[in-house]
């Protein structure tokens, strides 16, 4: 016969649910490890978050004997508005340093001789010299110009001449306009004043051939037209003078300042050999000047030190006019004076000790005036370090005060925290209050606790404030040494033992581990592991409990549909019986 799984299908008794209370009131210890062991959880977490508040209330205070915090050093100038640069370097000598700069310290620079190009051309006729091939610094751009209030047009494909002759033609032959090639300049010539542009022009022939109004019947270029090729070979850059001192192959070489750089006439542009010496260690900058059409080498460094070359006949230099007939402008040494002293020198405009002799102090001047310089403690910067200890320090304080307190409401109900039972964590919190509070001994200073620079505790005893503003800027201001002593003298000082006691708690590694902190997470660790065991015991035997209760009463509802089988058997015989 098969078995009756439905709970009291024969019996009428609802055995399931009877199980289901007796295992249910038998699991109440499982429960109670259930909660005790996410007990143990907030625990942990919670000490978790008291670790990191640790971990950041120990960089707070190592924070504190940082290399030169309370002597670092602030400067700027008195004077409003001031483009002057200052700064001090920790340990520089407070107090007010006037500078008065009588010379500003400036470049030496080698100007070469002007006009080094070759002419536009070589006679007046310019009928073959196109616009756009036109060989000026500045490329001619298409439009119109005016004249004497007569638009002269201009397009790339006239030719110089084209357009000459349209000055003329345009303007009823009052103005003349004819190339000069022995100056290599254009002249305008008129019975009458010469009036040159109006504001609607579009193009720049005026500007690129530097025609400008004087207020007269005659005007010719203020400078020489044509301009060096700088992005073409060398041997065809225009210039003037041909480089011929090369070898079969077009190499040569020149120095400055003794470097020596060198060149190829048929590969090398003007461009790129002024570029190889301003990115040699020659140390100067050389450049080319379009309006007056020459080369020059400035150096890079200010000071009253020259500028040497050297070059041969027909070679670069000699080729650019950077050989001979060129003029030194001689570079200059700043002077100054210091809080009224004797004169000093400086070779640049950055004034440091090497020159004054304050150390630490550097100043970039760049105007002839008298401005005075102040240098203090970087009190701002002391503060901010301080400021973020008492911060951390408040945060642990107020962190284990909640975390373990004991609170009786107005139904006089009492209320524990979290960790309320943790004596060890409550010790904390009153060894870091002991040590902020308490003095540190054997220092030569003036300064021997936190009440020394205006820091203590509130009311509640727990909370550190500045409750004198005045005492702890007067310490940072006037006493950085004692300062710095009392928080970082080793193994006594104030960050010292603070350091030690965090270590204690968190660990040497700062993580935790192998600390108190971390001795107590594994406890709880441990504990949940043991409760995880019990509790699968106890699962495990109430699981047996069940199936067993459970098997009985299926052969209980076995036995009854069997007796309730055979009742029937016998009704219907003898019912049979009787009828016969």
Same mark, same amino acid.
């Given at each position: 016969?098969?078995?009756?799984?439905?709970?009291?299908?024969?019996?009428?008794?609802?055995?399931?649910?009877?199980?289901?209370?007796?295992?249910?009131?038998?699991?109440?210890?499982?429960?109670?490890?259930?909660?005790?062991?996410?007990?143990?959880?907030?625990?942990?977490?919670?000490?978790?978050?008291?670790?990191?508040?640790?971990?950041?209330?120990?960089?707070?205070?190592?924070?504190?004997?940082?290399?030169?915090?309370?002597?670092?050093?602030?400067?700027?100038?008195?004077?409003?508005?001031?483009?002057?640069?200052?700064?001090?370097?920790t340990g520089t000598t407070a107090g007010s340093y006037k500078i008065n700069v009588t010379q500003l310290a400036s470049?030496?620079?080698?100007?070469?001789?002007?006009? !080094?190009?070759? &002419?536009?051309? *070589?006679?007046? =006729?310019?009928?073959? +010299? /196109?616009? @756009?091939?036109?060989? #000026?610094?500045? $490329?001619?751009?298409?439009?119109?110009?005016?004249?004497?209030?007569?638009?002269?047009?201009?397009?790339?494909?006239?030719?110089?001449?084209?357009?000459?002759?349209?000055?003329?033609?345009?303007?009823?032959?009052? !103005?003349?306009? &004819?190339?000069? *090639?022995?100056? =290599?300049?254009?002249? +305008? /010539?008129? @019975?009458?004043?010469? #009036?040159?542009? $109006?504001?609607?022009?579009?193009?720049?022939?005026?500007?690129?051939?530097?025609?400008?109004?004087?207020?007269?019947?005659?005007?010719?270029?203020?400078?020489?037209?044509?301009?060096?090729?700088?992005?073409?070979?060398?041997?065809? &850059?225009?210039?003037?003078?041909?480089?011929?001192?090369?070898?079969?192959?077009?190499?040569?070489?020149?120095?400055?300042?003794?470097?020596?750089?060198?060149?190829?006439?048929?590969?090398?542009?003007?461009?790129?050999?002024?570029?190889?010496?301003?990115?040699?260690?020659?140390?100067?900058?050389?450049?080319?000047?379009?309006?007056?059409?020459?080369?020059?080498?400035?150096?890079?460094?200010?000071?009253?030190?020259?500028?040497?070359?050297?070059?041969?006949?027909?070679?670069?230099?000699?080729?650019?006019?950077?050989?001979?007939?060129?003029?030194?402008?001689?570079?200059?040494?700043?002077?100054?004076?210091?809080?009224?002293?004797?004169?000093?020198?400086?070779?640049?405009?950055?004034?440091?000790?090497?020159?004054?002799?304050?150390?630490?102090?550097?100043?970039?001047?760049?105007?002839?005036?008298?401005?005075?310089?102040?240098?203090?403690?970087?009190?701002?910067?002391?503060?901010?370090?301080?400021?973020?200890?008492?911060?951390?320090?408040?945060?642990?304080?107020?962190?284990?005060?909640?975390?373990?307190?004991?609170?009786?409401?107005?139904?006089?109900?009492?209320?524990?925290?979290?960790?309320?039972?943790?004596?060890?964590?409550?010790?904390?919190?009153?060894?870091?209050?002991?040590?902020?509070?308490?003095?540190?001994?054997?220092?030569?200073?003036?300064?021997?606790?936190?009440?020394?620079?205006?820091?203590?505790?509130?009311?509640?005893?727990?909370?550190?404030?500045?409750?004198?503003?005045?005492?702890?800027?007067?310490?940072?201001?006037?006493?950085?040494?004692?300062?710095?002593?009392?928080?970082?003298?080793?193994?006594?000082?104030?960050?010292?033992?603070?350091?030690?006691?965090?270590?204690?708690?968190?660990?040497?590694?700062?993580?935790?581990?192998?600390?108190?902190?971390?001795?107590?997470?594994?406890?709880?660790?441990?504990?949940?592991?043991?409760?995880?065991?019990?509790?699968?015991?106890?699962?495990?035997?109430?699981?047996?409990?069940?199936?067993?209760?459970?098997?009985?009463?299926?052969?209980?509802?076995?036995?009854?549909?069997?007796?309730?089988?055979?009742?029937?058997?016998?009704?219907?015989?003898?019912?049979?019986?009787?009828?016969?």
């Open positions: 016969m098969a078995t009756v799984p439905l709970s009291g299908l024969i019996s009428g008794f609802d055995w399931q649910t009877f199980i289901d209370t007796i295992i249910a009131a038998e699991s109440k210890p499982i429960t109670n490890l259930q909660v005790e062991k996410a007990n143990n959880t907030r625990k942990s977490t919670a000490l978790s978050s008291l670790g990191t508040k640790m971990q950041e209330l120990q960089t707070a205070s190592n924070a504190l004997k940082a290399d030169g915090l309370f002597t670092s050093r602030t400067s700027k100038s008195t004077t409003a508005d001031s483009t002057w640069a200052s700064s001090a370097s470049n030496a620079k080698l100007t070469g001789t002007t006009g !080094v190009s070759q &002419a536009l051309a *070589p006679t007046s =006729d310019v009928s073959g +010299l /196109t616009i @756009a091939s036109l060989p #000026t610094a500045t $490329a001619v751009t298409s439009g119109f110009f005016t004249v004497n209030g007569k638009q002269i047009s201009v397009a790339s494909t006239d030719s110089l001449a084209d357009v000459l002759n349209r000055i003329g033609t345009e303007t009823g032959a009052t !103005v003349t306009a &004819a190339y000069n *090639p022995a100056t =290599d300049r254009i002249d +305008l /010539t008129s @019975a009458g004043t010469i #009036t040159l542009g $109006a504001a609607n022009d579009t193009s720049n022939f005026l500007a690129v051939t530097r025609l400008r109004n004087n207020n007269t019947g005659t005007v010719s270029s203020s400078g020489t037209l044509g301009s060096a090729g700088l992005n073409t070979t060398l041997a065809s &850059a225009r210039l003037d003078t041909a480089i011929t001192n090369v070898d079969g192959s077009g190499n040569g070489t020149f120095s400055v300042n003794g470097v020596s750089i060198a060149y190829n006439v048929n590969t090398d542009t003007l461009n790129t050999v002024l570029a190889r010496i301003n990115s040699s260690t020659a140390g100067v900058t050389a450049a080319y000047d379009p309006a007056t059409d020459g080369f020059s080498l400035t150096n890079k460094v200010t000071g009253d030190i020259g500028v040497s070359v050297t070059d041969s006949a027909g070679g670069f230099l000699d080729a650019i006019g950077l050989r001979t007939g060129t003029t030194l402008s001689a570079g200059k040494n700043a002077q100054y004076t210091l809080n009224g002293g004797a004169t000093l020198v400086s070779q640049t405009n950055t004034f440091d000790s090497s020159s004054h002799g304050v150390t630490g102090l550097s100043v970039t001047v760049n105007t002839e005036t008298e401005q005075t310089i102040t240098v203090a403690g970087d009190t701002d910067k002391m503060k901010s370090a301080i400021n973020d200890f008492i911060t951390k320090f408040n945060a642990v304080e107020a962190y284990i005060e909640q975390q373990t307190k004991i609170t009786i409401g107005a139904d006089k109900k009492v209320s524990s925290a979290l960790l309320a039972s943790n004596r060890e964590i409550q010790s904390w919190a009153s060894n870091l209050r002991s040590m902020a509070f308490g003095s540190i001994s054997g220092l030569s200073g003036t300064i021997s606790k936190l009440g020394d620079l205006g820091i203590n505790f509130t009311s509640t005893e727990s909370t550190l404030s500045i409750t004198d503003s005045a005492k702890l800027d007067a310490a940072l201001r006037d006493k950085p040494s004692d300062v710095t002593e009392f928080f970082t003298k080793a193994t006594t000082g104030f960050v010292a033992k603070f350091d030690s006691f965090a270590k204690t708690i968190l660990g040497t590694s700062g993580t935790g581990a192998g600390g108190l902190l971390g001795n107590q997470t594994d406890t709880l660790t441990k504990q949940n592991t043991s409760i995880d065991q019990q509790i699968a015991a106890l699962q495990r035997s109430l699981d047996a409990q069940k199936a067993q209760m459970t098997t009985a009463f299926i052969e209980m509802e076995n036995a009854q549909a069997k007796i309730k089988q055979m009742q029937q058997q016998l009704s219907q015989a003898l019912g049979t019986a009787t009828s016969s």
